[in-house]
């Protein structure tokens, strides 16, 4: 197997085949080459829950990141940040397919996509918040690229499953990129002028209560053998050195209060996701069944 194997049907589609939602490309197995069986001491459905986890993570956040066409400060960010969310809808596809494969039930990557509520979603609130001003933006990005990438780089080498592995290998080398180009941001906005210093300071300030979710350890993580909190220092610690370089403060905000003790991985989430998941799915719940 090699590495380009997990997503060699991102760009090479069967067009011969059924045409699918599938955010405009029909395709037959999009884990091509890779062993797709579960592990013998693998629970499925903890597997699936998980996968619906990173995989709403990259589904939401991707879809924050193509708001910004047409409204980013220079035409050559439209690109990037259209880019960015790319990258993020690929690991999307990949994870939530795998949910479907994984608890047995074979819903697609559309199903998962276009046929939840938002309270069935399992993202982090973190990724599904308004998009603020650009800085705003950037400081999100940088907060769950640095996060994600500490968090696939461990998955490629310890996932329970060989799925997981796989998209975590290659998400880990795109998210090193995603987490360089918010860094890059963040030191000219925060070494700028005192205004560009003032925006890039209120972005984080804004976003750093919403960081912590990602290190809150959810039940089916806990029984695969993972837990993020012990993640949660040397992101922070990483975080720390980008923001005091980029001469900004290190925010001290206390993490977003939960709901009775649940937040986005239990389904609780902010009004920003039911109107983000309005313009996502609208176009397949008023034509059900359509191809193209």
Not at 104 to 120: I, K, L, N, V
Not at 215 to 239: K, S, Y
Request: aromatic fraction near 6%.
């Amino acid at each position: 197997m090699t590495d380009d194997h997990v997503y060699l049907t991102l760009a090479q589609g069967d067009h011969e085949a059924e045409a699918r939602w599938a955010y405009g490309t029909g395709f037959t197995d999009p884990l091509l080459g890779v062993d797709t069986s579960l592990a013998p001491d693998v629970d499925g459905a903890d597997l699936s829950r998980y996968c619906l986890m990173l995989g709403d993570d990259a589904l939401v956040l991707a879809q924050r990141l193509i708001e910004w066409c047409t409204h980013a400060p220079e035409l050559e960010e439209e690109v990037a940040l259209a880019n960015l969310g790319l990258d993020l809808l690929g690991q999307a596809r990949m994870l939530l397919t795998r949910a479907g494969q994984a608890d047995g039930s074979g819903r697609t990557e559309d199903d998962f996509a276009y046929w939840r509520g938002d309270h069935e979603f399992r993202n982090v609130r973190l990724v599904e918040v308004e998009n603020g001003d650009f800085a705003h933006s950037i400081a999100r990005l940088l907060l769950f690229a640095t996060a994600r990438l500490a968090l696939y780089t461990e998955l490629a080498e310890q996932a329970p499953d060989e799925v997981l592995r796989a998209v975590a290998a290659r998400g880990a080398k795109e998210l090193a990129y995603h987490q360089e180009y918010a860094a890059g941001w963040l030191l000219r906005l925060g070494d700028g002028t005192a205004y560009s210093a003032q925006r890039m300071q209120a972005g984080l300030d804004a976003v750093w209560p919403l960081l912590d979710e990602l290190f809150t350890a959810h039940e089916a993580e806990l029984r695969l053998g993972l837990d993020p909190a012990r993640l949660r220092e040397p992101v922070l610690a990483e975080l720390t050195a980008l923001i005091e370089r980029a001469t900004l403060t290190v925010p001290q905000a206390p993490p977003l209060a939960r709901v009775g003790g649940r937040a986005g991985r239990e389904g609780v989430h902010t009004e920003a996701l039911g109107l983000l998941l309005a313009e996502l799915q609208v176009v397949a719940r008023e034509h059900p069944g359509a191809t193209w």
